[in-house]
């Protein structure tokens, strides 16, 4: 089950970078901001599938106890309504924006970097800082929604 849990945080980073090329390609006003976002949730599905290659069991292990898969699944059954929306049309950038931030947050709040435990320093700074990545998505979103709101779309 730790595996399973495992790849489905690596499918949840690459359905969220769906999430943003869609976004890039529905709002080329801040295609920019959304490629960026893009290339880091890529990066932060190719750090969690060098973790799991380490998986050992005895200097890195899955500590699945400390999950709930449940919210990764929503998230992930979000995401994909999200994207629905924006190809149909029916969510604005604004909407798109604010969606996006409260995607960015239930990662953070998920904690599913708990799932791994390793001794290593370089082990915890890969994993802290793909949080950290999550983090800063959320702000820079959060950023972006105000400039737009505040009519400086064309700020990136």
């Not at 190719?46 to 973790?51: C, G």
């Not at 791994?116 to 994993?127: I, K, T």
């Amino acid at each position: 089950m730790s595996m399973e849990i495992a790849k489905m945080l690596v499918e949840n980073e690459l359905t969220i970078a769906k999430l943003y090329g869609v976004c890039a390609v529905h709002f080329p006003e801040i295609g920019g901001f959304w490629r960026d976002l893009v290339q880091e949730e890529i990066k932060h599905a190719e750090t969690i599938k060098e973790l799991l290659s380490e998986v050992d069991g005895k200097a890195l292990k899955f500590n699945s106890k400390r999950f709930n898969i449940r919210p990764l699944e929503i998230s992930m059954e979000h995401a994909e309504d999200v994207i629905n929306r924006i190809e149909f049309g029916d969510i604005n950038l604004i909407g798109c924006l604010s969606l996006a931030y409260d995607i960015e947050q239930s990662v953070i709040e998920s904690k599913y970097y708990e799932i791994f435990e390793g001794r290593s320093r370089e082990f915890s700074d890969r994993l802290k800082s793909v949080r950290n990545e999550s983090r800063g998505h959320a702000i820079k979103i959060r950023e972006m929604k105000q400039k737009v709101l505040a009519g400086e779309n064309n700020a990136v």
